[in-house]
Structure formats: C-alpha cells, structure tokens
C-alpha cells in the first residue's frame, strides 16, 4: 500500500505542477492599458489562433484540476 501511495504522490506533484504551468501561460481576459496603446493590429488569423490556444489551456485546466483534486481525495481516503 506505501508504493500505490507514493506513486500517487508523485503523480500529485507532478499534476500540481501541470497545473500552475497551464494557468500561467493563459493570457489575460483583458489587455489593459497595453492594448489600447499598442492598437492591438492582430491579423483575422492570429486571432483565432489564440482564441484557439486559450482554449485548448482552459481544457487542459479544467482536467488537470479535476485529476489533481480525484488524487487528493484518493489519497486521502488511503490513510
């Protein structure tokens, strides 16, 4: 049981850190003050693309703190 334990662990931390990665690369919901200065000349394409890949961060988010949450009652519930 101490080994099943600890490779949950360490799928933990390494859920954890997934996690905070995903979070910090997602931009912003708003551009703020460097939007509006810098005029935000964003082509057609590169704005769905983006849009895009901040989607695909949010999904990977979602499911990520779903599993980090699943290995924490799992672990829990071990000891």
């Not at 997934?18 to 703020?32: D, E, N, P, T, Y």
């Not at 003050?33 to 693309?49: C, E, P, Q, R, Y």
């Amino acid at each position: 049981m101490a080994v099943v334990r600890l490779i949950l662990t360490i799928i933990e931390v390494l859920a954890s850190l997934f996690l905070i990665l995903v979070v910090l690369l997602q931009s912003g919901k708003s551009a703020g003050i460097a939007g509006a200065v810098g005029g935000g000349m964003d082509t057609f394409l590169s704005k769905n693309k983006a849009k895009s890949w901040d989607a695909k961060l949010a999904r990977w988010t979602k499911w990520v703190a779903i599993t980090f949450m699943v290995l924490t009652l799992v672990l829990v519930l071990i000891q």
